[in-house]
């Protein structure tokens, strides 16, 4: 289940470790479930919330596991998919323009549900949500947080005009100096290129994260999950102090 089309084919992924898998189970069933004794023993009502369990020993688990060190537990999983196409008017939401790093994805869907986010919408290139990096990077947050994969300029086509739309941007304004409503659509860019130009010219609040201090001679960029985590923070900030 490492790659993609096989994972589509049989409409499945994989979660390892305690926290992953566990969080999980709370709200799905699993359709297999392997594990070590020891984890068996902690877990005994984990058994009847799937379909098949194995017991297995750590040499095993290890051989079965994408990770470097294996964690008691895998599981594998029925994909779900939200199918949602529409911006909810009332709340923020995240939008992302061809995040391609794993890592990166399952972070932000972490910072998402950190914040409160429930819904993420991911443009057609972005990592699949199921690869297992991003399945371990979330830590349990892909159980909590709706990925939904649209074609993103449709999609910002039917918002109203005067809905708001952010994007960080090198041309934005200070993050810190501009007005940030409690609804809207954040939209965050690909690692290397940002937020392709199509996408931009549907971002009507633009943004900039200002380094410090002010001028002095630093990196070009940040990485977009940090960047995700700072935007979402002042978002967050700026809601409690209304």
Not at 24 to 43: E, F, G, S, Y
Not at 93 to 120: C, E, K, M, Y
Not at 128 to 156: C, E, F, H
């Amino acid at each position: 289940m490492e790659q993609k089309k096989y994972r589509r084919q049989e409409g499945v992924f994989v979660a390892e470790g305690p926290k992953v898998v566990g969080d999980i189970l709370i709200d799905r069933r699993a359709r297999l479930l392997v594990a070590t004794h020891a984890w068996l023993q902690q877990n005994r009502s984990c058994s009847v919330a799937c379909d098949e369990l194995i017991e297995v020993d750590d040499e095993t688990l290890r051989k079965l596991s994408f990770l470097q060190h294996p964690q008691e537990v895998l599981a594998v999983f029925d994909q779900w998919e939200t199918g949602k196409t529409c911006v909810p008017d009332d709340e923020l939401s995240l939008a992302l323009d061809g995040v391609q790093d794993p890592g990166n994805l399952g972070t932000i869907i972490r910072i998402a549900d950190w914040f409160g986010i429930r819904h993420i919408f991911c443009s057609m290139d972005t990592a699949d949500v199921y690869n297992p990096k991003v399945v371990q990077a979330t830590m349990g947050s892909i159980a909590r947080v709706s990925v939904s994969y649209v074609d993103l300029l449709p999609l910002l086509s039917t918002l109203p005009q005067d809905f708001p739309v952010y994007g960080t941007l090198l041309d934005g304004d200070d993050l810190y100096q501009q007005p940030l409503q409690s609804r809207g659509l954040v939209v965050m860019g690909n690692e290397g290129n940002g937020i392709s130009p199509a996408v931009a010219q549907h971002v009507n609040h633009r943004l900039f994260i200002p380094n410090y201090p002010k001028g002095r001679k630093t990196t070009d960029s940040l990485n977009v999950a940090i960047a995700t985590a700072v935007v979402c923070a002042e978002f967050r900030r700026r809601n409690m102090m209304e």
